[in-house]
């Protein structure tokens, strides 16, 4: 294999070092080296890697929208059996035996799973658990409200201490229409209050 190039337009093709003239010029033979197996071996791995990357990639896909669809059946047949003990509902209890049975018969025996499927909520436990979802929140709101305040509280005893190591003579005075700007007058104060303020 050869190549040629162009340089500025001077091409170089006598022997001569001197000799000049525009035009492609002839340059040095060269062969590609050959590639080392060590080098075709990396070159195999990443290609497998690449593929591999793209399986797992699809794998993952897949799964997600398996898991989504499995917790939309789950979601449906756990409504099918808390509504099965709903009075008047002879239809969706039919349809609730027919599922257990179906469920019987393709798992092995509910001890080995180990799941439970709760077939009815009580009233009180619903009662106590949003007792106890309403007693969260609020404890939770407290904690928020005191991590709050303690910030504020802790930012306003700086600033007092600052104000108390300058002294008062040296802390910063607002004058009258800085005050009104910044809203500290007195919204109730009569016009003489007022003046003798500022």
């Known amino acids: 294999m050869s190549a040629t190039s162009e340089r500025g337009g001077q091409s170089k093709g006598a022997p001569e070092e001197g000799d000049l003239r525009p035009g492609p010029i002839p340059e040095q033979r060269f062969k590609m080296p050959e590639?080392?197996?060590?080098f075709?071996?990396?070159?195999?791995?990443?290609?497998?890697?690449?593929?591999?990357?793209?399986?797992?990639?699809v794998r993952r896909g897949v799964l997600t929208e398996g898991f989504a669809r499995l917790a939309i059946v789950e979601a449906e047949r756990l409504e099918l059996l808390a509504a099965g003990n709903v009075v008047g509902e002879n239809e969706t209890r039919g349809g609730v035996a027919r599922q257990l049975i179906a469920a019987a018969?393709?798992?092995?025996?509910p001890q080995m799973t180990g799941?439970?499927?709760?077939?009815?909520?009580?009233?009180?436990?619903?009662?106590?658990?949003?007792?106890?979802?309403?007693?969260?929140?609020?404890?939770?709101?407290h904690q928020q409200r005191h991590d709050t305040l303690l910030q504020y509280e802790t930012e306003m005893f700086t600033a007092m201490d600052e104000l108390r190591r300058q002294g008062r003579?040296?802390?910063?005075?607002?004058?009258?229409e800085e005050a009104e700007a910044v809203a500290l007058v007195l919204p109730h104060a009569t016009e003489a209050l007022q003046k003798k303020q500022g």
């Open 35 to 38: 590639p080392s197996p060590e």
């Open 40 to 57: 075709r071996d990396a070159m195999v791995w990443s290609v497998r890697a690449r593929d591999a990357l793209r399986e797992v990639e």
């Open 105 to 109: 018969a393709c798992e092995p025996s």
């Open 115 to 141: 799941r439970e499927t709760p077939l009815h909520v009580s009233k009180a436990r619903r009662r106590f658990e949003k007792k106890v979802r309403k007693a969260l929140a609020k404890a939770r709101r």
């Open 169 to 176: 003579d040296r802390a910063p005075k607002l004058t009258r």
